[in-house]
């Protein structure tokens, strides 16, 4: 059973629109950044070991985008079955709940990284339910009976900062 944040505490409220576009940028930034450095080392490994170079795919090419593709749903369903939250989303203080506030479980975290795409694929209408809606919600987070919510405690960083401040005078 999870304890009741303090009140005057943003933990347990439903994230935002702005603050979830801006840990989903962080996100696209890693992937894309990884998902980079990954294939070069690939590269670089095999040159090692062959002595002859690997052509890699075109970014424009098939293979590429399916590559990326794979790679994007290991990191989010990934992050989301271990950890209930992203790296982006962890620098934000959002993390991933079932739809009634409990923990996260792997299965719906997989869900949630299959049913992600679907929110761009109908023109961007998925996202539609986390600026109007009352949960804040997307396409797949009903799909996956989840939510997003902020997980840190502002005013009691606040003092735990306050408190260290104080000590060290």
């Known amino acids: 059973m999870r304890a009741e944040p303090p009140e005057g505490s943003l933990a347990g409220n439903y994230a935002g629109p702005i603050t979830r576009l801006a840990a989903y940028a962080v996100d696209a930034f890693v992937v894309v950044t990884t998902y ?3 294939l070069s080392l690939i590269a670089f490994v095999w040159q090692l070991l062959t002595r002859s170079d ?3 795919p075109a970014s424009d090419s098939l293979v590429w985008l399916i590559g990326l593709g794979v790679w994007t ?10 950890a209930a939250k992203t790296p ?3 620098v934000l203080g ?8 409990g923990e996260l479980t792997v299965r719906r975290a997989i869900v ?10 109908v023109l961007g209408l998925g996202f539609v339910g986390i600026v109007i809606g009352r949960e804040r919600r997307a396409l797949h987070d009903v799909i996956a009976g989840t939510t997003v919510v902020y997980d840190w405690d502002a005013r009691a960083a606040r003092w735990r900062l306050l408190s260290r401040e104080a000590s060290a005078v």
């Open 88 to 90: 982006g989303m962890a």
């Open 54 to 56: 690997l052509v890699l």
């Open 112 to 121: 949630r990284a299959m049913a992600f795409p679907l929110s761009f694929v």
């Open 94 to 101: 959002l993390r991933v709940v079932q739809r009634d506030g």
């Open 36 to 38: 980079g450095l990954m």
């Open 73 to 82: 749903f290991v990191y989010f369903g990934g992050s989301w079955a271990l």
